[in-house]
């Protein structure tokens, strides 16, 4: 797939969500995962991150929100059950993005609401734990930007392969535009007259 995501959580109070997390975000190829005003406990979270998540992916703890620091080009996606946010299959995943969950029995502070480019929101009748949510958030993004066979119209897996990945052309940059002089400034280059060749 193009691009990349992290995802973090938002004053989480469970390590062991956390950690769970930080396990499906390493699974699915997660390039850097973070807390927002959270404490993780490491020792204990890792009971859950049974694949040692941070010793293969960049780990931020943010103490506040005002703290937060994503990559320039990152939208950030907050994912939290209300009626204005966008359903998860019906919204199209950005390339270079960053999930953010609430807390257990909580939500995303109105603050981190303000922050989120798009709000997405699981379909669901009531809210569901925050380590499944972002689970089922995560392999979305993989079903709908990974390159799979398509589904069959009968019950039961493909019936055609995977197409092969086509590479494109190589693409050849002349050098004609380093092929001109350098801008000297006026004057810069003018001869030396003879007086001054004798002061040098």
């Not at 390590?15 to 005003?37: D, E, L």
């Not at 709908?144 to 995977?162: I, K, L, N, Q, W």
Request: hydrophobic letters at 40%; aromatic letters at 10%; one cysteine or more.
């Amino acid at each position: 797939m193009r691009g990349y995501f992290g995802i973090g959580v938002e004053r989480i109070s469970k390590p062991m969500n956390a950690g769970a997390i930080f396990r499906t975000a390493h699974a699915f190829g997660g390039s850097f995962v973070f807390t927002v005003n959270a404490t993780y406990q490491r020792r204990v979270g890792s009971l859950a991150d049974t694949s040692s998540a941070l010793s293969h992916m960049p780990f931020f703890s943010f103490p506040t929100l005002t703290d937060m620091r994503l990559p320039e080009d990152c939208r950030l996606v907050g994912v939290e059950l209300t009626d204005d946010a966008i359903d998860l299959p019906s919204f199209r995943h950005p390339s270079r993005c960053a999930y953010i969950l609430g807390p257990e029995r909580h939500s995303l502070s109105p603050q981190m609401i303000d922050k989120c480019e798009f709000v997405i929101k699981i379909p669901t009748s009531f809210c569901i734990n925050v380590s499944v949510a972002a689970a089922i958030v995560l392999y979305d993004r993989a079903l709908s930007m990974g390159r799979f066979a398509e589904r069959p119209v009968r019950a039961g897996g493909p019936v055609a392969e995977r197409p092969e990945h086509r590479h494109g052309s190589p693409i050849f940059r002349g050098l004609d535009p380093f092929r001109d002089p350098p801008p000297l400034g006026e004057g810069f280059d003018a001869p030396i007259s003879g007086e001054e060749e004798n002061d040098v």
